[in-house]
Structure formats: C-alpha cells, structure tokens
Nanobody, 119 residues
C-alpha cells in the first residue's frame, strides 16, 4: 500500500512562511512517474487544488490565489514533494493534503496537516 505522510504544518502569523513535506513509501512505481499535488480544505469548504507538479519535466500548476507566494517542488530521490508557502494569509488556513497519481489514474492521499494563519 502506498502511504503519504505530510508534515510541517502549524500555526503561523500572517505574512509568515511554512514549508510542508510529503514523504511517500510503499511505492509500486518509481516516484518520478507520479504526478504529485497539494490540496487544501478549509472548514465548510470543498477541497481545492493548491499546486501540482507533473511527473514529466518540471511543469507546475498553481491556484490563482497562491501564485507568486507558494512553490511546489519534488525530490524524486527522496520520494518527497514539498510546498513552500510564503506571505501567508488568513485565507490560506486549512488542512493541506498531499496527493500522488500514478499511471492508470490511481490516486493516493495523505492524512493531511493543519495550517493555521492567524494573528
């Protein structure tokens, strides 16, 4: 079973920064073959895509609300994907989830890590 474990969440003041990590284990394919993403879900809201980094090349996608502030990256040798979050706003508060997609459209989700942006 593929397992994703997020870490790095916590409480931060507006304007601050956090770096989230997602470590994958139990992979049945090479990690570089997985497209990996970060999603978040605020209380009472739908889960939304925050950032995605594709399995091929270095292409990325970001939600408009985080462009210029968040950066997604990956270290395939470490089976890890990161989300660097800068200039955090209260609207960024939520549970952040890591997702990995492998060929044949099989998706794996982490349990999430809480990010709270508040003064």
């Amino acid at each position: 079973q593929v397992t994703l474990v997020e870490s790095g969440g916590g409480l931060v003041q507006p304007g601050g920064s956090l770096r989230l990590s997602c470590a994958a284990s139990g992979l049945t394919f090479t990690f570089s073959m997985y497209t990996t993403s970060w999603y978040r879900q605020a209380p009472g809201k739908e889960r939304e895509l925050v950032a995605r980094i594709w399995s091929f090349g270095s292409s990325t996608n970001y939600a408009d609300s985080v462009k210029g502030r968040f950066t997604i990256s990956r270290d395939n040798a470490k089976n890890t994907v990161y989300l660097q979050m800068n200039s955090l706003k209260s609207e960024d508060t939520g549970v952040y989830y890591c997702k990995a997609e492998r060929p044949a459209s099989v998706n794996y989700w982490g349990q999430g890590t809480q990010v709270t942006v508040s003064s």
